[in-house]
Nanobody
Framework: QVQLVESGGGLVQAGGSLRLSCAASGPTFSNYVMGWFRQAPGTEREFVAAITWSGSSQYYGDSVKGRYTIARDNAKPTVYLQMYSLKPEDTATYYC????????????????????WGQGTQVTVSS
């Protein structure tokens, strides 16, 4: 069983940066695909980014591509989401998630694929 705890959210001005962290506990963290999703009130959960167990490959959602970077440190074990050039529309609760399985684009974008979720951290971008 993997347990995930996000941190690093907060209030930031448009154009600013923020780094989210997701600390994992439990066995064999390095075997899991890790992902970030976000959800604003009244909207569906949106895929943000995902990374392979080794950290060698990543996928990004279209709305964050070029502005966000996902990384992981299996020794800590923690996964990070570095966010640059933030926009008001990036405002949401951000969730970290994990699953064991193949790293394919249509899988990592599907929230139902993920077996484990954190509690979320709020990111608010002011204009």
């Amino acid at each position: 069983q993997v347990q995930l705890v996000e941190s690093g959210g907060g209030l930031v001005q448009a154009g600013g940066s923020l780094r989210l962290s997701c600390a994992a506990s439990g066995p064999t963290f390095s075997n899991y695909v890790m992902g970030w999703f976000r959800q604003a009130p009244g909207t569906e959960r949106e895929f943000v980014a995902a990374i392979t167990w080794s950290g060698s490959s990543q996928y990004y959602g279209d709305s964050v591509k070029g502005r966000y970077t996902i990384a992981r440190d299996n020794a800590k074990p923690t996964v990070y989401l570095q966010m640059y050039s933030l926009k008001p529309e990036d405002t949401a609760t951000y969730y970290c998630a994990a699953y064991q399985g193949r790293f394919l684009g249509y899988l990592v974008r599907n929230p139902a694929q993920y077996a484990y979720w954190g509690q979320g951290t709020q990111v608010t971008v002011s204009s």
